[in-house]
């Protein structure tokens, strides 16, 4: 039943069907035990990195990094590649000042998710669970678009994580339009009533997913006089009536996923080439029609496509595009079969990525080589409007919209960074879209995004380059052979520092591994592919629900 109605709820946002105070909520977050994270310290000092600011700014080191409590307060060239550091030009470490040890090691701000969903009671994820995959994989702060555990869970969560009582990212909460309304809203007034409401109960800013165009841009405009920030997933539902221009320009902030920008880009019609056929709450039909959607849009460098992009840019409007969450639709067997899932993924959210006609995002119905294909001159185009957004000057983001269609927390956000890389960004700008520009579009971008004098202690700490391999940012590492002709893993977080406390992000996973162990061995469960039995004794994890 829960998956069935995981399922629905796009569906009933849409329809302005709201979801009670009583929605169903994963596990919450244990308080901090001994052990886990250290700090924050009167003084701490991390010497040597190489550092990638985030600014623009090519990489430079040494350097070495003061922080008093969670602030930074002094960032000091302390030498020059392969010389050994004077320690006269270091800062002096006094009695109880921490010291950290980093020489040879990168650091970066830390990074920002914008598209974070915290667990799902039908994906069997709890808080615990989806931090510690966020933290390993150096993610700081989280928008949770949605709210689906209720707003008030994730406002205490926000709380809780803003004090450091848990191990969790800096948590911002935006609201599904509507959630918690009593009745259908159905008047401009009563849109606006519950934009209030919404902002009085402490909401960072609002989810929609379509409405009607009067209740739209009244909400719109009631969030935007507040001084609160909005997203949008244009769900096929609502998208004739408001495509993303028409949203942009009655005050959304920022754009989810790309549904809305192909038919912002229509030149030859005003909806989307439906087969006759087609029923949305078919997911093979919702996802397979998507597949074609950006080859029914203008085209790069014609009219429409250079005036919907201008507009845009002149409205300081983010885009954030989440390549990762439909990387399974171009490539199935890629995203179901990552080495992650074996230690890292656990059986109910294996269960609920597999073939099913209730669960959102499980639509491998009959997924061929057709769809594919598809989708991969979706991407073209697609990536081709995103690179050149940026170019222009138009802010991208970097967000994953992990526990979906076999895209799992802090894996699925490197492999976005790839995928950002795949699109044409310069290492230097994926790594800025993953931190300046998502501060940026939070508002937040005087307290962090760029490792600055004054801002909050937030950094990802490694040992390899990853202007060099995005690849060694995975929990798994990536493969090296090295000159004895033997294979390695490298790389992987070091530290992840979220507000001053340093985390130690392998134990971090570690923990994730005990927890993915522990369950599988209760359910007595093996990871198989979908149609395949389980071995003897085992539970299979095909998908049938």
């Known amino acids: 039943m829960l998956k069935k109605l995981r399922t629905l709820l796009p569906v009933c946002f849409l329809l302005t069907i709201q979801l009670s105070s009583s929605m169903a909520q994963v596990v919450k977050a244990p308080n901090r035990k001994p052990g886990e994270g250290d700090g924050p310290y009167n003084r701490l000092i991390i010497r040597g990195v190489t550092l990638i600011n985030s600014t623009g700014a090519p990489p430079y080191g040494p350097v070495d990094i003061v922080v008093e409590k969670n602030k930074i307060v002094a960032i000091r060239q302390v030498g020059y590649p392969g010389v050994a550091i004077d320690a006269k030009s270091r800062p002096a470490a006094n009695a109880g000042d921490k010291e950290l040890n980093c020489e040879g090691m990168y650091l970066m701000p830390g990074f920002v998710d914008m598209h974070g969903h915290i667990g799902g009671q039908a994906q069997g994820a709890n808080a615990e669970y989806v931090f510690k995959l966020w933290l390993g994989h150096g993610i700081t702060t989280i928008r949770d678009p949605s709210c689906g555990n209720g707003l008030d869970w994730v406002l205490e969560h926000r709380a809780r994580s803003l004090k450091n009582e848990i191990v969790a990212p800096r948590i911002l909460a935006y609201t599904v339009f509507g959630q918690g309304a009593k009745e259908p809203i159905s008047s401009p007034e009563q849109a606006r009533a519950w934009v209030q409401q919404n902002a009085k109960r402490g909401a960072d800013g609002i989810k929609f997913f379509g409405a009607e165009p009067v209740l739209f841009r009244a909400a719109l405009d009631e969030n935007k006089k507040l001084g609160l920030r909005s997203a949008c997933h244009h769900a096929q539902l609502e998208v004739a009536r408001m495509n993303a221009l028409a949203t942009a320009k009655a005050g959304l902030t920022s754009l989810e996923h790309w549904y809305g920008l192909p ?37 790069p460098g014609t009219d429409r496509w250079n005036k919907v992009m201008d507009e845009l840019i002149a409205l300081d409007f983010t885009l954030d595009p989440t390549f990762n969450i439909y990387e399974a639709n171009r490539e199935l067997m890629l995203a179901r079969r990552s080495e992650w899932h074996e230690e890292y993924t656990l059986p109910s959210l294996w269960r609920f990525y597999g073939p099913s006609r209730v669960s959102h995002g499980s639509y491998w119905h009959n997924w061929g080589t057709e769809q594919e294909v598809a989708w991969k001159k979706n991407y073209q185009l697609w990536m081709a409007f995103i690179n050149e957004y940026k170019n222009r000057g138009g802010r991208v983001t970097a967000g994953s919209d992990s526990g979906f269609i076999y895209q799992l927390y802090g894996f699925a956000y490197i492999r976005e960074l790839e995928l950002l890389r795949e699109a044409g960004f310069h290492p230097l700008e994926v790594i800025r879209a993953a931190t300046l520009k998502g501060a ?31 690849k060694t940012l995975y929990g798994t590492g990536a493969i090296y052979l090295n000159e004895k002709n033997e294979v390695e893993r490298i790389g992987g977080v070091t530290y992840t520092v979220k507000d001053g406390v340093v985390y130690d992000a392998k134990k971090l996973l570690a923990d994730v591994r005990a927890m993915v162990t522990d369950a599988k061995q209760t359910e007595h469960f093996e990871i198989t592919q979908p149609g395949v039995p389980a071995k003897a004794g085992k539970v299979s994890g095909s998908g049938k629900n």
């Open 440 to 470: 940026e579009a939070l508002g937040m971008a005087d307290q962090i995004g760029s490792v600055e004098v004054g801002k909050l202690a937030d950094f990802v700490i490694v040992k390899e380059n990853p202007l060099a391999n995005l």
């Open 263 to 299: 038919e912002a880009l229509f030149d030859d019609k005003t909806v989307q080439a439906y087969p006759a056929d087609y029923n949305y709450n078919n997911e093979q039909n919702r996802f397979e029609q998507a597949g074609n959607l950006w080859q029914q849009a203008a085209k």
